[in-house]
Antibody
Framework: EVQLVESGGGLVKPGGSLRLSCAAS????????MSWVRQVPGKGLEWIGR??????????DYAAPVKGRFTISRDDSKNTLYLQMNSLKTEDTAVYFC????????????WGQGALVTVSS | EIVMTQSPATLSVSPGERAALSCRAS??????LAWYQQKPGQAPRLLIY???TRTTGIPARFSGSGSGTEFTLTISSLQSEDFAVYYC???????????FGGGTKVEIK
């Protein structure tokens, strides 16, 4: 059974930084493509970005609102996905989910339980 | 950006009845359309991809149809565990980025 557990959420001031982690219990994590999605509490879903497996190039793609501020990375030796968030804005306040990518690119197969990030002064 | 519009925003249905949820894309997405279910306090769950293919473990009462710009998720006979919010998502050809609809809440009538 695939399990994804996010951590690192919390309260941060505007302009600050935060790094989320996603620990994955996936036998073949190094071959998995992974994504981050966020959700403002009570609102809809927003795709943030995706990282391919290293064997597929390890490249990343980002949504326009976070491009240049957020960075997705992975440590396959630790089965862990990261989301480094810089220059945070109040509108970045949301629950952040890590997901696997399955069946097709950008299809979000398995989800973690989410981590709440609050950006407020 | 491809805008996804779901209707209705809320659907009131009695258990055992059929529910049809609509999703419209602002431009064609071919069959690159997924449906997710989200219950309160939980992460979304993938139900359908490729507009009509159910993922592992999803009951046959869930079916997806459509292509191009018009899509439908049908729940043939609502069970108590089906009351939730449903989101559609297009993932047609990066770029542009994948986008979600605003969701349809299926509530007990």
């Amino acid at each position: 059974e695939v399990q994804l557990v996010e951590s690192g959420g919390g309260l941060v001031k505007p302009g600050g930084s935060l790094r989320l982690s996603c620990a994955a219990s996936i036998f073949t994590f190094d071959k998995a493509w992974m994504s981050w999605v966020r959700q403002v509490p009570g609102k809809g879903l927003e795709w943030i970005g995706r990282i391919k497996s290293k064997s597929d190039g390890g490249t990343t793609d980002y949504a326009a609102p976070v491009k240049g501020r957020f960075t997705i990375s992975r440590d396959d030796s630790k089965n862990t996905l990261y989301l480094q968030m810089n220059s945070l804005k109040t509108e970045d306040t949301a629950v952040y989910f890590c997901t696997t990518v399955g069946y097709a690119d950008f299809v979000l197969d398995r989800w973690g339980q989410g981590a709440l990030v609050t950006v407020s002064s | 950006e491809i805008v996804m519009t779901q209707s209705p925003a809320t659907l009131s249905v009695s258990p055992g009845e059929r529910a049809a949820l609509s999703c419209r894309a602002s431009q064609t997405v071919s069959s690159n359309l997924a449906w997710y279910q989200q219950k309160p306090g939980q992460a979304p769950r993938l139900l359908i991809y490729g507009a009509s293919t159910r993922t592992t473990g999803i009951p046959a009462r869930f079916s997806g149809s459509g292509s191009g710009t018009e899509f439908t998720l049908t729940i043939s006979s609502l069970q108590s565990e089906d009351f939730a919010v449903y989101y559609c998502q297009q993932y047609n050809n990066w770029p542009p980025e994948p986008t979600f609809g605003g969701g349809t809440k299926v509530e007990i009538k």
